[in-house]
């Protein structure tokens, strides 16, 4: 396979260029997405230890759906917790009613229809922690 020249591709990108110019100019636009917002992703970590509970805050910027995700749970990476999304109420986490669950594992998603505003995660003991456990929990939402 033969490689173009430099000179035709700086040409091809010189006439995008002009061409991209010439419309603004007459007051052309160029496309724009006007489709979902973009999701965002944060990665959580923390250490859940018996009896305890761990809570991370985090924003939505619009309407949409939000998921999230026990990702690791080590040692103890086939018990059970209670995880869940919710909204904050000062030191609480107020979990959505179809937003969480009592029997979590390690690498199931739950998901929910949020608003634009704040939320949480929380992961939390419900008798099966019998040592500190490192975890890692994603949450995607708008």
Excluded: W
């Excluded at 010189?14 to 917002?37: D, F, I, K, N, R």
């Excluded at 859940?48 to 924003?59: K, T």
């Excluded at 917790?81 to 390690?106: D, M, R, W």
């Excluded at 704040?118 to 992961?123: A, K, L, R």
């Amino acid at each position: 396979m033969m490689k173009q020249p430099m000179i035709g591709a700086l040409s091809r990108g010189l006439t995008a260029l002009a061409l991209a110019a010439a419309l603004t100019a007459c007051g052309g636009s160029t496309p724009t997405s006007t489709g979902a917002a973009a999701l965002q992703t944060e990665t959580f970590n923390g250490t859940l230890v018996p009896g305890g509970s761990v809570i991370f805050p985090f924003n939505a910027t619009a309407t949409g759906a939000v998921a999230a995700t026990l990702t690791t749970l080590t040692p103890q990476s086939t018990i059970t917790v209670g995880f869940g999304i919710g909204q904050p109420s000062g030191t609480a986490c107020l979990l959505l009613t179809g937003g969480y669950s009592e029997t979590e594992k390690v690498g199931v998603s739950l998901t929910d229809t949020i608003a634009n505003g704040s939320y949480c995660v929380e992961v939390y003991d419900i008798g099966n922690v019998s040592t500190s456990n490192a975890f890692t929990i994603t949450v995607t939402h708008p």
